[in-house]
């Protein structure tokens, strides 16, 4: 098969436990967003739009529903002769039995042959539960340009929030000094996207390494990035200035949906120059009824409203009953919100029906925190549910 | 369904649908927001476990080409069978003066031929509807008909162009059957979907051909009416007959009832090509009442008894009623948009006032600014 100058390694085996019920049931890359996508949409896409037409997805928890969305690439125009998107699940190897993917980095070292197949001479390496538009290639002509062995995209954050990321400390140069896991007191504002170029000859030698140390946690930040440090690589970070978002908690993952309601969002899903492609289920159009309100939201195709709908994200194939008001929620596909029943602040998961006159969310406390209500649940008619409740 | 096939026949006059068909066929023309007429008769076919589709054309069939593609949509890119797209007579260097469908059949008699299916059911796409073929064949076998119809009883038939009308015994066998006609004393309206013996469609079009007739309907099925026996199959589900601009019009505001469009989009899944958009975006100020809509609107305006499709935007201050606006057209600022089709890429600038009337709506040309 012939060879690929860059390849991309996505790992996709993320639990995400603090988004607690949300993925009961989904590994965090296929949580939906944005009323249409699934959070693995953005570097699929951005894959695609990069040019970079090889991609492996690394699946470990929960995979069902990943594997059978990603299917055989075609909804990012990764259905390749040679390349596209395969699956990459722990598999049992003759000489190393079975092994789960106990890290980032030996997630990679278990696909070595896969990698090998294609011969590239960069492995770009993503992780498949940020929110932003990028243009690898941007970074990879960086990669090459420095003349680097790895490249590490960054961008700065809040002084205040240093110590909840990986954080560079660089020279003059942007050439990477130290690499600090969340750090109490830092020198440097620049924190890791996740996001890594590395030179391949370079990444199977460490990856080979790591392996022979049975303390390593196999893991990119932990162990790789400060092994390569300390045999003094180049390693250079690469800025980035757009929207980037990681949506780990549910609070996050609220705000970035509000985020998404501004006029001008800096996320800017409507920009046909870079689309982020998704799988499109046929659906007839959003429908509004002569009694449906639908003020500052979003409402993808299937949905039917016949309430009121303000300040919220509806994905496809939700009904809104009538007289039912949806305020600052965020409702996933295939929900049933009941004639008068009343949500406020909350995310209500796939496939559930809330009944008639139901209160969800419902609490006079100024900081209302978010309910969330779990996959599939059935909320009988007249329910009250108080603010910040997960229901299973 | 394994033994029938099926041919939609979209070599037909269409200069009754005007300034919609002066750049594309009437098989793709948009419909419903998110949909080109095309997507009925192929998405029902396939519901109905139909694999072998070949589509007659004969102009304007750039953008038709470009919305099917391979047919992937629809699962009809197969290794056998599957979508087939059949060219006008003129690429097989017979540059004569066109004389009707029937020579659209005609070159394409090989594919006919050499299909494996027993049975064929021929369709159009100008009458919108979702059916399921499968008791249409059923009810053909049972009722031992060469070729069975299906038609609707209309309570009023509106607009007479292109319709067939018809009579039927007790029997339900056709005893009428007119094209263009006066529409008194008739309450039937043909589909013009029919089911028959693939040996009969054969026999049908190289008789036709022979004698110098070239109507499929007219020659074929109607100059045929006392020889075979033809049975009428009555559907009874919601029914657009896409033959003016007023109908056209008239149904896609139609679709605004929920019984109607439930019945038409849901029944069984229409396919389409769709296009990766973003969901609509409705800002702090817009207002919307009655309305259908694709996805990747930006509606700032006020929208009401309205279809908008895909990545339409309507900016403050604007008001859309009765309207129709095809994909990626901006109604400006201010702009009053009343009984007006807009096709697509229109631009309106800010502050401009559009309309028509509710039995002539105004159709404002593909890229046209104002």
Partial sequence: ?392 | MKNVMGIINNAQKEDFMRELTEIRSLASIPFGCRYRLIDFPLSNLVNSGVTNVGILLENKYRSLMDHIGPGKVWDLDRKRDGLFILPPAQVYGDNRFYKGDIENFYSNIDYIHRSSQDYVIISTPYMVCNLDYREIVKAHKESGADITLVYKQMPTLEDKSTCSILKTDKNNRVTELKVNSDLKNYDKVSLNKFVMKKELLLEIIDECVSMGRWDFIKDGIIGNLDRLNIHGYPFSGALGIINSIKSYYKFNLKLLNPEIWKDIFMTKTIYTKSKDEPPTQFTAVSKVKNVLAANGCIVKGHVENSLLFRGVKIEKGAVVKNSILMQKSTVGQNSRLNNVILDKNVVITPEKVLRGEENFPTIIKKNVVI
């Fill in chain 1, 1 to 392: 098969m012939p060879g690929k100058e860059i390849i991309a390694m996505l790992l996709a085996g993320g639990k995400g436990t603090r988004l607690g019920v949300m993925t009961d049931k989904l590994a965090k890359p296929a949580i939906p967003f944005g009323g249409e996508f699934r959070l693995i949409d953005f570097p699929l896409s951005n894959c695609a739009n990069s040019g970079i037409d090889t991609v492996g997805v690394m699946t470990q928890y929960e995979p069902l529903v990943l594997n059978s969305y990603i299917g055989n690439g075609s909804s990012w125009d990764l259905d390749r002769q040679n390349g596209g998107v395969i699956v990459l699940p722990p598999y049992l190897d003759r000489k190393r039995g079975a092994n789960w993917y106990s890290g980032t980095a030996n997630a990679i070292y278990q696909n070595i042959d896969y990698i090998e197949t294609y011969d590239p001479e960069f492995v770009l390496v993503l992780s498949g539960d940020h929110i932003y538009k990028m243009d690898y290639s941007l970074m990879l002509k960086y990669h090459k340009e420095k003349n680097a062995d790895v490249s590490i995209a960054v961008m700065e954050v809040p002084w205040e929030d240093t110590n909840r990321f990986g954080i560079m400390n660089t020279d003059k140069d942007d050439r990477i000094k130290e690499f600090l896991e969340k750090p109490e007191d830092a020198e440097s504002n620049l924190a890791s996207m996740g996001i890594y170029i590395f030179s391949w000859k370079y990444l199977k030698e460490y990856l080979v390494e790591d392996t022979r140390n049975p303390d390593s946690s196999g893991d990119f930040g932990k162990n790789i990035i400060p092994m390569m440090l300390e045999d003094k690589l180049s390693i250079y970070a690469y800025r980035f200035n757009g929207y980037w978002k990681d949506v780990g908690t549910i609070e996050s993952y609220w705000s970035a949906h509000m985020d998404l309601l501004e006029e001008n969002s800096e996320l800017d899903l409507y920009d046909r120059d870079w689309i982020i492609s998704s799988v499109n289920p046929h659906l007839p159009p959003i429908y509004i009824s002569p009694d449906g309100d639908v003020i500052h939201s979003l409402v993808n195709k299937g949905s039917q409203i016949y309430g009121k709908v303000e300040d919220s994200v509806i994905f496809f194939d939700t009904i809104i009953e009538k007289d039912a008001i949806v305020k600052e929620s965020i409702i996933l596909p295939n929900v049933t919100i009941g004639k008068g029943s009343y949500i406020n602040k909350a995310v209500i998961c796939q496939d559930v029906t809330i009944g008639p006159n139901c209160k969800i969310s419902y609490g006079t406390d100024e900081h209302n925190k978010i309910t969330v209500i779990g996959e599939g649940k059935e909320i009988p008619e007249g329910t009250t549910i108080d603010t910040g409740f997960e229901l299973e």
